[in-house]
């Protein structure tokens, strides 16, 4: 959504209606919306209802772009439909030959869910496609605790299996989980057996979830994702329809990754350890006010050194992390709480209103009213 929000903040005057939840389309929020609608970014399987798809086709004028692969067989045929795809395959590539560089391993595994989506299939592709010429592949392909009902998401992997698959695997091993909460998975399994992280079994994962990687132990490294940069083009190809543009009718696939390090895959150095530790604080402290500087006491380091160590791990500064950190809160509130927006503002550590109503539409494309009002 940062991407959309990006893309149409800058090149066009969009009003944006979110739909994102299984309330709002129970409760009609995408029927009203659809109504109104000249484009639609489509990025949730369960939100295509058969009411959602018959006035997507009755209506010959309303143009979409589709962002999810379970959607892609719908729509593909449409001519007012155009779909874009993260790069699954060049992601499988990238982990495969990221832990080929880590060392020698006795063997390699690939971890699905419980059920083998589209994107997941072309992730074990890729990483198949990468690995070590003789290279010893075991694919876990998800077992589930009971039936798996037909609206499930993401149906639970059976520790029981998932234990039986690690101790078959020889080690040591170098594990890649088709995205964080498949890799976390095997983290747990590790614990529960004992198995040593990562000297015994190396594990990596994708998306870059905070609230995955955070509390998976240990810490998971994980590929941060193009999600941002799909979300953009696919506002900019949408554009471009609306504005009757010529635009490819085959599937864009967006590629680019970028791996965080964490201890699941390496013995964190020194300067990783020391911006994790930054990262611990600012997540605890961000909203209570905190400035660089309190963070540089805490940790008993330069600041300068501290920037550098910042950049080189994150790719940003500590600043920006301390802003990212509190406008996620600022965000959070503004759709779970009733307190006002000044109230917010001061509970999320911006003294200044102004200041953060500027910061607040420049990330995000409108302003924090807009926000709550679109989500419901």
């Known amino acids: 959504m940062s991407g959309v929000f990006d893309y149409a903040s800058k090149h066009t005057d969009w009003s944006i209606q979110i739909v994102n939840t299984r309330t709002d389309i ?7 919306a659809l109504k109104n609608a000249n484009g639609v970014l489509l990025s949730i399987a369960y939100g ?14 309303l143009k979409f772009v589709v962002t999810n692969d379970h959607l892609v067989p719908l729509y593909e045929k449409n001519e007012n439909c155009r779909t874009l795809l993260l790069d699954n395959e060049s992601i499988g590539r990238d982990a495969a030959r990221y832990l080929a560089s880590l060392g020698r391993f006795a063997s390699y595994g690939f971890v699905h869910g419980a059920m083998r989506y589209p994107w997941s299939i072309e992730r074990e592709k890729g990483f198949r496609s990468a690995l070590p010429s003789k290279a010893q592949l075991f694919v876990f392909t998800g077992d589930t605790l009971g039936e798996v009902p037909d609206d499930a998401v993401n149906p639970v992997i059976s520790p029981r299996e998932m234990g039986k698959w690690l101790e078959k695997l020889p080690k040591p091993a170098a594990v890649f989980g088709a995205n964080d909460l498949f890799a976390r998975m095997v983290l747990t ?11 015994e079994v190396t594990v990596v994962g994708c998306d870059n979830d905070p609230l995955v990687w955070g509390s998976a132990r240990p810490p998971l490294s994980s590929f941060q994702l193009p999600f941002r940069e799909l979300g953009y083009k696919a506002a900019q190809t949408l554009d471009r ?4 543009r010529k635009t490819p009718r085959l599937t864009i696939r967006v590629a680019g990754t ?51 160590r ?9 600043l920006e992390e301390i802003l990212n950190v509190r406008l996620a809160e600022v965000r959070r509130q503004l759709v779970k709480t009733n307190h006002t927006i000044l109230q917010i503002g001061k509970n999320c550590g911006f003294n200044d209103p102004d200041n953060l109503k500027r910061l607040f539409r420049k990330r995000f494309g409108m302003s924090m009213r807009d926000y709550r009002n679109s989500q419901g």
Do not use: W
């Not at 129970?26 to 009203?32: I, K, R, Y």
């Not at 399994?189 to 000297?199: R, S, T, Y």
């Not at 329809?241 to 009757?244: E, K, P, S, V």
């Not at 895959?265 to 006010?289: D, N, W």
């Open 48 to 61: 295509v209802t058969e009411m959602s798809e018959q006035m997507l086709f009755e209506n010959p004028k």
């Open 310 to 318: 910042f950049r080189q791990v994150c790719g940003k500064s500590v």
């Open 189 to 199: 399994g590790c614990e529960q057996l004992e198995i040593k992280v990562p000297q």
């Open 258 to 308: 970028h791996l965080f390090e964490r201890a699941s895959s390496t013995r964190i150095p020194p300067a990783t350890a020391l911006v994790e530790k930054a990262r611990s604080y600012i997540a605890e402290h961000a909203c209570e006010g905190i400035r660089v500087g309190d963070v540089v006491s805490y940790l008993g380091v330069s600041r300068g050194l501290l920037d550098i």
């Open 241 to 244: 329809l609306l504005r009757g």
């Open 26 to 32: 129970a409760n009609g929020v995408l029927e009203a």
